[in-house]
């Protein structure tokens, strides 16, 4: 089983990869694959380039085993959605079942993803969810008109989703990281410190790039 886990990455933070260190050892997989977008649907236009912020995310994984970049949304350029990409993913590990991690508050919106209803016949979805949430109330933020759908594929079970292939949506609670990459940029305009919020290889070059900016 592998995991794949998109994001803008605009730039890189913890809050990005300690989540998903969470998922890959509660769920033992094999490797997850973290995916930039190139010109993402849903939001403005990035505040770094698509080459720093790969550049910037290829560093912060370095230290990491078996978290690797996929560069195939920047390669497609265009709109990112993630339909194409796991359907272009499942072309590529045929015999992997895949699971696609999201943070809570990237699901809430899913509703209004391409063709999101599809995602359920190609990948299972682990949600990352703050200590605490109750899993009714969770659904629910996705519209009413959403919830049996989704109720009907819920599972608290490990177990359940490495019997299946795809159709099951996990909620796995991990530790609390409250960053974002907007406070990021917020706190870099005002010459405030970030270099506690992304692994230092990571910080490292985006000081170079701001330097270089000036
Ligand atoms: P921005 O502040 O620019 O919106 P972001 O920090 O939310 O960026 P994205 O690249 O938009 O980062 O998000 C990619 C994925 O990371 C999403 O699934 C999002 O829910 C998740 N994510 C971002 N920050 C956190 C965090 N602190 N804890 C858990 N998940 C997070």
């Keep these: 089983m592998i995991g ?16 998903v260190l969470n998922v890959k050892q509660a769920l033992n997989l094999s490797q997850v694959r973290f995916i930039p977008n190139s010109v993402p649907p849903h939001r403005e236009e990035p505040w770094l380039s698509a080459e720093q912020r790969l550049s910037l995310l290829q560093s912060a994984l370095e ?10 949304e920047l390669d497609r350029g265009g709109p990112s959605y993630m339909i194409d990409t796991l359907r272009s993913l499942k072309s590529d590990y045929q015999d992997e079942s895949i699971c696609l991690v999201i943070g809570m508050d990237a699901f809430f919106g899913i509703a209004q993803w391409r063709q999101w209803k599809q995602l359920f016949e190609l990948c299972h979805l682990v949600v ?17 008109e959403n919830y049996p759908f989704l109720a009907e594929k819920l599972t608290q079970d490990i177990e359940t989703l490495k019997q299946g292939n795809a159709g ?3 909620l ?5 990281l409250d ?28 000081r170079g790039f701001i330097d270089d900016n000036r």
């Design 4 to 19: 794949i886990f998109g994001g803008t990455f605009d730039p890189v933070h913890f809050g990005h990869i300690k989540p």
């Design 63 to 72: 230290e990491y085993d078996d978290m690797v970049v996929d560069t195939r």
């Design 128 to 144: 990352t969810t703050r200590p605490g949430f109750d899993p009714a109330l969770i659904l629910e933020q996705v519209g009413a």
């Design 168 to 170: 099951n949506i996990l």
């Design 172 to 176: 796995l609670s991990v530790p609390l």
């Design 179 to 206: 960053i974002s990459s907007t406070e990021i940029r917020n706190r870099l305009l005002k010459g405030e410190d970030v270099s506690q919020l992304m692994p230092d290889e990571a910080h490292q070059k985006l």
